[in-house]
């Protein structure tokens, strides 16, 4: 009877050893994979923001925005913007477009 009791308190302090490694193992598994995971969503979010900026830039840089900028900077001079249904007032349109859209950008993180 005592080696039989001895038998099942050893049996019961492996059991137990075996879940508590079991539980650790699970907790420190979610842990280095919620780690992993953030880490990766900040890389694609900076890779994202700069392709948005890369884009912006190309558009920015591009002529017929140039074209709507010049032709603004020009009518503000002159104090004389082209009608809406000129078609001066879609490259000025654009090249606004182009600039709200570089502004909600920046201010948005």
Do not use: C
């Not at 050893?17 to 969503?41: D, I, K, Q």
């Not at 002159?78 to 709200?100: K, Q, R």
């Amino acid at each position: 009877m005592v080696v039989e009791l001895d038998v099942d308190w050893l049996s019961f302090i492996i059991a137990a050893l075996a879940v508590g490694v079991a539980v650790w193992s699970a907790w420190y598994t979610v842990r280095v994979a919620r780690e992993t995971s953030s880490m990766a969503l900040a890389e694609a979010h900076q890779a994202a923001q700069a392709g948005t900026y890369q884009r912006l830039h190309e558009a920015l840089v591009d002529p017929a925005a140039a074209r709507g900028r010049r032709k603004l900077f020009m009518a503000a001079r002159l104090m004389e913007f082209p009608a809406p249904d000129h078609s001066d007032w879609d490259e000025v349109n654009y090249s606004l477009a182009l600039y709200d859209t570089l502004g909600v950008t920046s201010f948005k993180d």
